[in-house]
């Protein structure tokens, strides 16, 4: 299974941006989608969540200024941003866990940059 994500970019603080990350491959579900990010000379952190009914968790640096969502017809998840802070910079990757056609897979994007300016 194959995640592809757009919609990165340059911004000034306080704009937004819309990330989208669309799941290819022999997929028979998708539980668990997320964003996570990286910023440099840090680990790889939990950005936001959400299970195949709808149910979201994010992490509280980000919490009232982005949102996720998903269309399980189209097996894309995407994250709005708000408000966006130098400190949202980052390398943005999209997760994804479910049941391709014979297996369990977890799979990972290419990553998309965002840099906030000041």
């Known amino acids: 299974v194959q995640l592809v994500e757009s919609g990165g970019g340059l911004v000034q603080a306080g704009g937004s941006l819309r990330l989208s990350c669309a799941a290819s491959?022999?997929?028979?579900?998708?539980?668990?989608m997320g964003w996570y990010r990286q910023a440099p000379g840090k680990q790889r952190e939990l950005v936001a969540t959400?299970?195949?009914?709808?149910?979201?968790n994010y992490a509280d640096s980000v919490k009232g200024r982005f949102t996720i969502s998903r269309d399980n017809a189209k097996n894309t998840v995407y994250l709005q941003m708000n408000s966006l802070k130098p400190e949202d910079t980052a390398v943005y990757y999209c997760?994804?866990?479910?049941?391709?056609?014979?297996?369990?897979?977890?799979?990972w994007g290419q990553g998309t940059q965002v840099t906030v300016s000041s």
């Open positions: 959400i299970t195949g009914g709808g149910s979201t």
């Open positions: 997760n994804a866990q479910g049941l391709a056609l014979y297996s369990i897979f977890r799979s």
């Open positions: 491959g022999t997929i028979s579900s998708i539980n668990a």
